[in-house]
T-cell receptor, first 115, second 117 residues
Framework: AQKVTQAQTEISVVEKEDVTLDCVYE???????LFWYKQPPSGELVFLIR??????QNEISGRYSWNFQKSTSSFNFTITASQVVDSAVYFC????????????FGSGTRLQVQP | KAGVTQTPRYLIKTRGQQVTLSCSPI?????VSWYQQTPGQGLQFLFE???????NKGNFPGRFSGRQFSNSRSEMNVSTLELGDSALYLC????????????????FGEGSWLTVV
């Protein structure tokens, strides 16, 4: 069954620290997509990245970077030089079992960045 | 480009009542899906609509229903509300339906916060 595990429930860092959010997944598919979303207090899920399992290159976007390791079924997310505005809940997701037409999400990691 | 718009943002209902939530997708997006988010169960898929047809449904009772209009706007309805229905209901839109095979990205709205008392 498709499953996403985000073992870190909550992380607290001080501004400018680097922080890594872990995501471990299980899938029976040989080709699949992985996603990260950010949920600020307003509630909206903000799309951050979509990664194809064929592409194991790390991705960097500004202060954000993602490390995809197919061998360990992990798709970790690092924020460099964190800022208070990064405080949010972060979700990792992949397509669900049901005809693979929906997303199954991890339980999320709450990141608190202290000034 | 406007994002996914959901109304109302906040509402309080009484047990036994029904509620209708509305969602306007991103312009040009034809697929709309709904998710329920609660502290206990996390994010769970409710259903997805494409071209006015329900394409997929999650494990929710029949009290939860939805529909999609010809302009791709969608509504979901919950009848005979229970306390456990208190949640954030998130609507998402995408160009086409299906997440896996196409890597189609879905974009979420801000959600409707429903409190049942």
């Amino acid at each position: 069954a498709q499953k996403v595990t985000q073992a870190q429930t909550e992380i607290s860092v001080v501004e400018k620290e680097d922080v890594t959010l872990d995501c471990v997944y299980e899938t029976r598919d040989t080709t699949y997509y992985l996603f990260w979303y950010k949920q600020p207090p307003s509630g909206e899920l903000v799309f951050l990245i979509r990664r194809n399992s064929f592409d194991e290159q790390n991705e960097i976007s500004g202060r954000y970077s993602w490390n995809f390791q197919k061998s360990t079924s992990s798709f970790n997310f690092t924020i460099t030089a964190s800022q208070v505005v990064d405080s949010a809940v972060y979700f990792c997701a992949l397509p669900a079992d049901m005809g693979r037409r929906a997303l199954t999400f991890g339980s999320g990691t709450r990141l608190q960045v202290q000034p | 480009k406007a994002g996914v718009t959901q109304t109302p943002r906040y509402l309080i209902k009484t047990r036994g009542q029904q509620v209708t939530l509305s969602c306007s997708p991103i312009s040009g997006h034809r697929s709309v899906s709904w998710y329920q988010q609660t502290p206990g169960q996390g994010l769970q898929f409710l259903f997805e609509y494409f071209s006015e047809t329900q394409r997929n449904k999650g494990n929710f009772p029949g009290r939860f229903s939805g529909r999609q209009f010809s302009n791709s706007r969608s509504e979901m309805n919950v009848s005979t509300l229970e306390l456990g229905d208190s949640a954030l209901y998130l609507c998402a839109s995408s160009l086409v339906f299906g997440v896996a095979t196409s890597g189609n990205t879905i974009y979420f709205g801000e959600g409707s916060w429903l409190t049942v008392v």
